[in-house]
């Protein structure tokens, strides 16, 4: 949700559409949202737009984590995945 902080009215609302698997990160602008079976997805709130953007092969077993090269993730075997959000 975008919340009006003056008044507390909902401004624009946005959907996912599945759990949260971490906590959102925050990258130019965007918020971006891993779900607990391993999507990945981009909010744009200047846009109203989500977008799934990519899906894990497996299950990512930590948080994603906000790098130089990207969004990094690893899953249940150990293999890093980056994925680039320029």
């Known amino acids: 949700l975008r ?5 507390g009215n909902v401004l624009r609302r946005f959907v996912v559409g599945e759990l949260p698997g971490a906590s959102p990160l ?3 602008g965007l918020a971006w949202q891993l779900s607990r079976n391993g999507s990945l997805y981009r909010v744009d ?3 109203d737009e989500v977008r799934s953007v990519y899906r894990l092969p497996a ?3 930590t948080p ?4 130089a090269a990207g969004i990094l993730l690893v899953d249940e075997h150990g293999e890093a ?4 959000v320029q």
Request: proline share 9%; net charge negative.
């Open 3 to 7: 919340i009006d902080a003056r008044d």
């Open 59 to 61: 299950r990512s077993e």
């Open 64 to 67: 994603p984590l906000v790098t």
């Open 45 to 47: 709130p200047e846009r």
């Open 26 to 28: 925050l990258v130019n």
């Open 81 to 84: 995945i980056i994925v680039e």
